[in-house]
């Protein structure tokens, strides 16, 4: 049976290609990325697990529209909540447009969503850390206790 083992990249493709650039450039520095690749039409970073392209759209294209069809947002996972609340920070300083400020979206899922300069929407987000945390406790007090 054939298995997928990951997601390789995504491309998504922008109406102002320099505009993007000059947004995704210092936000994927701030992530802990580098560049992949720079060509006339399209960059991508990496961090070494997760990869990450814009390519310039077609002249005639029309504008991204939240609703339509296709993508609907793209979330990168950071190590902690902590984290989630610097990249807040770091969307404020940048004038990013920030849709839902950090906060718990779910049950142990933390959260801020923000949009690039077409209005596509991303989120930084972290899950699970309260309930690692409260496990990492209990199997501290077993170890304790024997």
Known sequence: MVRVVGID???????????SKAFYG????????EVLGDYADMIGWSNGKT???????????RRYRAGDVG???????????ADVDALQAYLQQAGARIVDPAD???????????????????EG???GERQAKA???????????S
Do not use: C, Q, T
Request: aromatic share 22%; no cysteine; hydrophobic share 45%.
């Open 9 to 19: 990249h995504l491309v998504v493709r922008v109406g102002n290609f320099e505009k």
């Open 51 to 61: 990869r990450f392209w814009i390519a310039r759209a077609e002249p005639r294209a």
């Open 125 to 127: 987000m972290k899950w």
């Open 104 to 122: 718990e979206y779910y049950d142990d899922y933390y959260a801020v969503f923000f949009l690039d300069p077409d209005g596509m929407k991303l």
């Open 135 to 145: 496990k990492r406790r209990k199997a501290a007090r077993r170890r304790a206790k």
């Open 71 to 81: 993508f609907h947002h793209y979330a990168f996972e950071l190590r902690s909540r």
């Open 26 to 33: 210092p936000l994927f520095e701030f992530l802990g990325f």
